[in-house]
């Protein structure tokens, strides 16, 4: 009865991370943190612009790789030609630049611009400050278990995705 009791409070976890999962894809489909943040953010801002520089902010995946168009593709679960568009239209708003690689002259790579670093310290502070409100009355614990957990959950996902491709 111990193990029945187990399974079925793993199933009840299971259902209520499903809830939660689901309720936070539907929020960001219909971009409910972009529309929240967008009052103190830029708010010509176009979201999938937001989206790829986000992804190159991110870096290269490892030593001695560069962040190209591909890996923006990837990193935004979208085919190379969508990436492409979208690397295109946020070049043409000033955040990003296309550089030759150092490792090999042929390939290109991209870059933030000093706009780009501006529009993240505007959004990182504007979603930062969303972030502390949502959790307002959390206790410091519950905050700092909340970001570990959410980063290790966020890790596996990852993983996964790039084992699956």
């Given at each position: 009865?111990?193990?029945?009791?187990?399974?079925?409070?793993?199933?009840?976890?299971?259902?209520?991370?499903?809830?939660?999962?689901?309720q936070l894809r539907r929020s960001m489909t219909r971009r409910t943190l972009a529309r929240l943040t967008e009052r103190t953010a830029i708010p010509v801002l176009d979201p999938a612009v937001a989206d790829v520089v986000d992804a190159v902010e991110e870096g290269?995946?490892?030593?001695?790789?560069?962040?190209?168009?591909?890996?923006?593709?990837?990193?935004?679960?979208?085919?190379?030609?969508?990436?492409?568009?979208?690397?295109?239209?946020?070049?043409?708003?000033?955040?990003?630049?296309?550089?030759?690689?150092?490792?090999?002259?042929?390939?290109?790579?991209?870059?933030?611009?000093?706009?780009?670093?501006?529009?993240?310290?505007?959004?990182?502070?504007?979603?930062?400050?969303?972030?502390?409100?949502?959790?307002?009355?959390?206790?410091?614990?519950?905050?700092?278990?909340?970001?570990?957990?959410?980063?290790?959950?966020?890790?596996?996902?990852?993983?996964?995705?790039?084992?699956?491709?």
């Open positions: 009865m111990g193990d029945e009791q187990t399974d079925e409070g793993h199933q009840q976890v299971l259902e209520t991370v499903e809830r939660a999962m689901v290269p995946d490892g030593p001695g790789q560069e962040v190209t168009v591909g890996l923006v593709a990837d990193r935004l679960g979208i085919d190379p030609s969508r990436a492409s568009r979208m690397v295109s239209a946020a070049i043409k708003a000033g955040y990003l630049r296309r550089a030759a690689s150092q490792a090999d002259g042929r390939r290109i790579h991209l870059e933030l611009t000093a706009a780009a670093d501006e529009l993240l310290a505007v959004v990182h502070r504007s979603r930062q400050e969303l972030y502390s409100h949502l959790m307002r009355d959390w206790p410091e614990q519950d905050c700092a278990g909340f970001a570990g957990l959410l980063t290790k959950f966020t890790d596996e996902l990852t993983q996964l995705r790039k084992q699956q491709s």
